[in-house]
Nanobody
Framework: QVQLVESGGGLVQAGGSLRLSCAASGRAFSIRAMGWYRQGPGKQRELVATISTGGRPDYADSVKGRFTISRDNAKNTVYLQMDSLKPEDTTVYFC??????????????WGQGTQVTVSS
């Protein structure tokens, strides 16, 4: 099973920046789309940004122009650069990857979540 390990969350003032990273590890796999989602208490998990294997990004309207998703396929890593952060961005962020294992079926893998807190 491929594991995703996230890093980079923390506390920042409004208007500040954070960079999240998520690295996939395991054996005999490739990765298709990767993405970031977020989920607040009592709320549904929502899409923040995704990026295709070829590097085409897609963003939620709420983060367009402020967040940038990128990936390093050689490192099996996806990043989320978050600029101009707002208090409403405060929540737990989860990394996602579509895993294509050798000889197996495509499945979704999730990170453990990383807390982002933006103070006003």
């Amino acid at each position: 099973q491929v594991q995703l390990v996230e890093s980079g969350g923390g506390l920042v003032q409004a208007g500040g920046s954070l960079r999240l990273s998520c690295a996939a590890s395991g054996r005999a796999f490739s990765i298709r789309a990767m993405g970031w989602y977020r989920q607040g208490p009592g709320k549904q998990r929502e899409l923040v940004a995704t990026i295709s294997t070829g590097g085409r990004p897609d963003y939620a309207d709420s983060v367009k122009g402020r967040f940038t998703i990128s990936r390093d396929n050689a490192k099996n890593t996806v990043y989320l650069q978050m600029d101009s952060l707002k208090p409403e961005d405060t929540t737990v962020y989860f990394c996602n990857a579509q895993i294509d294992p050798v000889g197996g079926l495509l499945y979704d893998s999730w990170g453990q979540g990383t807390q982002v807190t933006v103070s006003s």
